[in-house]
């Protein structure tokens, strides 16, 4: 039995991630984790929502069964306690400064909610975490931004998943909820490069490109550990 358990599943890549994970044959559940259950039914997903930085003291259970009182989901929870499942997990978690209201509030959603959910995951057994990054990913740099996406990749790295996958794209393209003046500069100034496929590594990237390279290399098998991929893997990899 495969199982992916997803966290940011609202957000622009997360809902692509969601799509591409309920298409596939090979995974038998998909347990979406988050702070709100999304207006959506299919009959692999199971969601379950709460304080996401309480998740390790989550009734996580009680909450799957509470969505299956006819016992649907008995065979997941089994899977899963006596470690008979492949678990991969995916995580999408992120956010701006300005949303978030600050520093140390973007601070605890982009890395403390991230590694809070591969914590979690790691007890249930994951083998495999891809995690949505960001290309200037650097925990060195002076730019706070690449500066905590840097820093939650080396963290990641100390949980020793069997493989732990970094997706570092570059700016994604989509529609996302909230509007973001810089982006959509940035994004009609870049979108040319797009459609004559130049610079590959730096041009923009759609949601659902990085979604489809996430699930393809979760279902692969790996020659490493850790893996970070480009932006320009990424497109490869979702033709």
């Known amino acids: 039995m495969k199982i992916a358990i997803l966290s940011g599943t609202s957000g622009l890549v997360g809902m692509q991630l969601l799509h591409q994970l309920m298409k596939s044959a090979q995974y038998d559940f998909i347990l979406s984790v988050g702070r709100r259950k999304l ?7 199971i969601q379950i929502d709460g304080d996401l930085f309480k998740l390790s003291s989550w009734d996580w259970e009680g909450k799957v069964r509470s969505e299956s009182l006819g016992g649907e989901n008995h065979d997941l929870l089994d899977a899963i306690k006596e470690k008979k499942a492949e678990i991969h997990a995916f995580s999408s978690i992120g956010t701006t400064i300005k949303v978030a209201g600050s520093k140390e509030k973007f601070y605890a959603i982009d890395h403390d909610l991230v590694i809070g959910f591969a914590a979690w995951v790691k007890k249930l057994g994951a083998s495999k975490f891809l995690y949505v ?35 570092r794209p570059s700016l994604l393209l989509g529609n996302r909820h909230e509007f973001r003046f810089g982006e959509q500069v940035a994004s009609i100034v870049m979108k040319p490069l797009v459609w004559l496929k130049l610079a590959k590594n730096i ?12 699930v393809k290399t979760a279902l692969s098998s790996h020659s490493s550990s850790v893996e970070i991929l480009s932006s320009g893997q990424m497109q490869d990899l979702s033709k």
């Open 203 to 214: 041009r923009p990237i759609y949601d659902h490109q990085v979604a489809k390279a996430m």
């Open 39 to 45: 207006a959506l039914k299919h009959n692999k997903l």
């Open 133 to 167: 990054s960001a290309m200037g990913a650097d925990a060195t740099s002076a730019i706070f931004y690449n500066k905590v996406k840097g820093e939650t990749e080396e963290d990641l790295k100390a949980f020793q998943f069997s493989y732990l996958g970094l997706f």
